[in-house]
């Protein structure tokens, strides 16, 4: 009995210094549920409740002689804490899948210049779901991307062709295509920009000769 009181009193104060920790974490800037879920596994490893310590009856890391029963309800109570701190600090307004998704999809299209592609793609490995993406990505602001777009195609396009390696205006624009699609724009919001940049380049040769 007196085993269980303790453990259970180590486990409410190991619950409330992540929760208080997590809450701090979440109060500066926003994460997403999987990136506070590796948080509270890497604390509750430091305080010997991880899932991969060996452990004796309390859950903690012992030498010979560990209680099976109790390690594996130590680690069910491991994993149990987590989601009640993920659960409380969803419903208190510390986490929220939406607003991250929201603040890194503006980010990386207003200041990366990542496109749509590429921001999808690095929410979904994040483990948000499809709708939560969607959500995400209809908040960038579409004149602010098409500007950065432009300047990105602009710029790529002055570098190439001050090159010493002077380039045909096809091959140019086909760089200019493949530069712009590895940073997760579509292929119809590209071709726009990029047949326009090929045909002032093509006005530059006319002038030339």
């Known amino acids: 009995m007196k085993l269980r009181i303790g453990m259970e009193k180590d486990m409410s104060d190991i619950y409330s210094r992540i929760l208080e920790r997590m809450r701090h974490l979440c109060s500066v800037r926003e994460y997403c549920t999987s990136d506070i879920r590796l948080k509270i ?7 010997g409740y991880g899932k991969d310590a060996g452990q004796d009856g309390y859950g ?3 030498g010979t002689g560990g209680d099976t029963v109790g390690t594996e309800s130590a680690a069910a109570s491991a994993a149990d804490m987590g989601d009640m701190i993920i659960s409380s600090l969803k419903k208190d307004g510390y986490l929220s899948d ?9 980010d990386r299209a207003s200041i990366s210049g990542w496109g ?3 921001i999808r793609y690095a929410l979904a490995a994040k483990g ?5 993406v ?4 209809e908040q960038i602001d579409e004149s602010r991307a098409s500007s950065r777009l432009e300047k990105l195609l602009e710029t790529k396009y002055r570098s190439l062709a001050s090159s010493s390696d002077k380039e045909s205006v096809y091959r140019l624009r086909d760089r ?3 530069f712009a699609l590895g940073r997760g724009y579509s292929y119809d919001d590209v071709l ?3 047949d326009r940049l090929a045909a002032g380049a093509c006005r530059e040769d006319d002038n030339d000769n």
């Open 176 to 178: 200019l295509i493949r």
């Open 192 to 194: 726009p920009v990029v």
């Open 98 to 106: 939406l607003r991250y998704a929201a603040a890194f999809a503006r």
């Open 60 to 62: 903690r890391a012992s």
């Open 128 to 132: 948000l779901d499809r709708d939560t």
């Open 116 to 118: 749509s592609a590429k």
């Open 134 to 137: 969607s959500a995400a990505l």
């Open 41 to 47: 596994d890497r604390m509750l490893a430091q305080t």
